[in-house]
């Protein structure tokens, strides 16, 4: 990665880390109100629960969901000079009904009933609003009666707001979370474009945890809205189990990036059942059992539970390996773990749960940034053990089809490629021969003569447009293509007596070299055998020996067919 790509991952690393510190609260324009709540059962109304003052708490308020109906009571000062309340307005989750209801100083009252799906979804936040009923100067206090909620939340944050339909969170803090959207579109563009070109499954659960990252966030800060506008009870349903497939597919994500045998079977094995086993439990509790208020929401956070402990144990044991890619794992996922430990055991242990969302997004999108990195670095590395594994063929290639004496190519190479070098052009073939080599090994050592084949090999001088074969002993074999060819192989063959010469001192005779080449004139699309050019090149050089060695014997062939090819001798 380069040093710009890399600047520009931590401007946005540092962008998720600044929403901790954007306040998270909804803007300023609540309407200020004395709260008192009581709990009743299904059937209570309103005016039965007023009645017993005893029932009532205004002091040290702690919201719970054993009640089936929790009553919260606004109260409005008459006459007064702040805000007048319009909407009211709570965090988003599953409840029964909401009935509004507006008390009058003489008794008067008037309500307004909602459904889950009737309720107004606030775009900037994780809220909703429903309308007051109609408010009159004699209005001295709001009740809400909600039903059957499943998460304190929708309690807790319960309030009356001066907007028509509510108000959320700050416009910087909604700017900063549609950032981090868009932050996390990156990933998930990057991994589908990996994905193509490196199928690995950690690939495929990586793009996953980031679809599921992405709907989470879209859902919390109710950007969804704004894209399709979908019923209140089915962005809970969508929320629910993108963050359960977050949990699983985090834990498949780990259980395949870590190098193999760097996790323990039985470890890899537990997280596989983790991964299904909680995705499953959720769909169930959010699909098919939705009435079992109030444990289902501490359900859900119980069974993934588990998927953190798991997490952690698979890093150690990662990290105890010697593995290398739990370090990208350990540095991505410890806020988002503590984070996430701290939310599952605020549901499990406390009557006031902490949600912690912008930590936990924040988080989120950091863990996603991180885990991206990994991926890049592991593509990387990968790239290169695969350039390095090609080289490495290449040269056993080399060694396999090199000549070890001289480094030109041998026998062996030349009968693999000729085919593949005649249809890039290389249509004149000449065989070289040293004239009367055997007396230089036979009176000056084999030693000697190595250094002389060295140096004719020096002479012929392969280059783009020539390919150079020892063919074994003092015989060598040129391929050449382009304009001049003929003119080329020439200069070469009358090159080797002056090399020799220059390279070998102490010899006591001038090398010299015959040669039998064919140029051939290519006609159609019909390529000539090895055999049938070096045979036509052999006996011309044989004619070069018997007139006197130390010259050249060439034919130009026109056209090959299956029959043998008609020649023109030069």
């Not at 629960?49 to 708490?57: E, F, L, N």
């Not at 009211?88 to 100083?105: C, E, K, P, W």
């Not at 990996?194 to 199928?199: C, G, I």
């Not at 060295?454 to 391929?479: C, I, K, Q, S, W």
């Amino acid at each position: 990665m380069d040093r710009g790509v890399l600047f520009s991952w931590c401007r946005l690393l540092a962008a998720a880390f600044a929403l901790l510190l954007v306040p998270a609260g909804a803007a300023a324009n609540n309407v200020p109100a004395a709260t008192c709540i009581a709990g009743a059962t299904i059937t209570e109304s309103y005016r039965s629960v007023a009645a017993d003052p005893g029932r009532w708490t205004c002091e040290d308020v702690s919201y719970s969901l054993d009640p089936e109906v929790t009553f919260i009571r606004f109260a409005l000062k008459v006459g007064g000079d702040g805000p007048v309340p319009r909407s009211f307005v709570s965090h988003y989750g599953r409840f029964g009904q909401i009935t509004l209801i507006a008390l009058d100083a003489d008794g008067g009252a008037r309500s307004l009933e909602y459904q889950m799906d009737e309720v107004h979804r606030i775009n900037s936040g994780p809220f909703f609003s429903a309308a007051l009923p109609p408010l009159s100067a004699n209005t001295v206090a709001i009740v809400a009666r909600i039903e059957r909620p499943w998460i304190n939340h929708v309690l807790d944050q319960a309030r009356l707001d001066d907007q028509p339909d509510g108000s959320g969170w700050p416009i910087e803090l909604m700017a900063a979370l549609a950032m981090i959207c868009g932050i996390l579109l990156v990933p998930l563009l990057l991994n589908a474009a990996f994905y193509r070109a490196l199928p690995e499954r950690y690939v495929l659960w990586h793009l996953v945890m980031t679809s599921a990252t992405l709907l989470q966030t879209t859902v919390l800060t109710g950007l969804l809205t704004l894209v399709v506008p979908l019923p209140l009870s089915l962005q809970i349903t969508i929320s629910d189990l993108s963050f359960a497939v977050l949990g699983g597919g985090s834990l498949m994500f780990a259980r395949v990036f870590i190098e193999p045998g760097k996790l323990a079977p039985r470890l890899s094995q537990a997280m596989l059942f983790q991964a299904w086993w909680g995705v499953a439990v959720v769909a169930a509790v959010t699909l098919i059992f939705p009435g079992m208020r109030p444990w289902g929401i501490l359900i859900v956070h119980l069974v993934l539970l588990p998927g953190i402990l798991l997490l952690v144990a698979a890093l150690a044991d990662a990290w105890r390996r010697h593995s290398r890619a739990v370090v990208f794992l350990i540095v991505g996922w410890s806020p988002l773990m503590l984070v996430s430990a701290g939310r599952v055991a605020s549901f499990a242990l406390s009557d006031q749960p902490s949600e912690a969302l912008i930590a936990f997004h924040a988080a989120l999108a950091f863990e996603v940034l991180v885990t991206s990195v990994a991926i890049i670095s592991r593509f990387a590395l990968l790239r290169g053990e695969r350039d390095h594994a090609q080289v490495q063929v290449e040269q056993l290639k080399g060694q396999a089809g090199s000549d070890a004496l001289t480094g030109l190519r041998n026998r062996h190479a030349l009968e693999n490629d000729f085919t593949k070098w005649y249809r890039e052009g290389f249509h004149t073939m000449a065989v070289v021969d040293l004239d009367h080599f055997k007396l230089v090994n036979d009176t000056m050592g084999h030693a000697m003569g190595d250094i002389v084949l060295r140096a004719v090999a020096e002479a012929l001088a392969p280059d783009d447009d020539t390919r150079v074969v020892r063919m074994g002993g003092e015989e060598f074999l040129l391929l050449l293509r382009g304009k001049g060819a003929v003119e080329r192989a020439e200069r070469r063959r009358q090159a080797i007596s002056s090399r020799v010469a220059a390279n070998v001192p102490g010899l006591d005779r001038m090398i010299t070299a015959s040669m039998g080449l064919v140029e051939h004139e290519h006609v159609g699309r019909e390529t000539p055998s090895f055999v049938t050019c070096y045979q036509h090149c052999d006996r011309l050089l044989y004619d070069a020996k018997r007139s006197g060695r130390n010259r050249t014997v060439r034919e130009k062939l026109k056209g090959f067919s299956r029959a043998e090819p008609r020649a023109v001798r030069a």
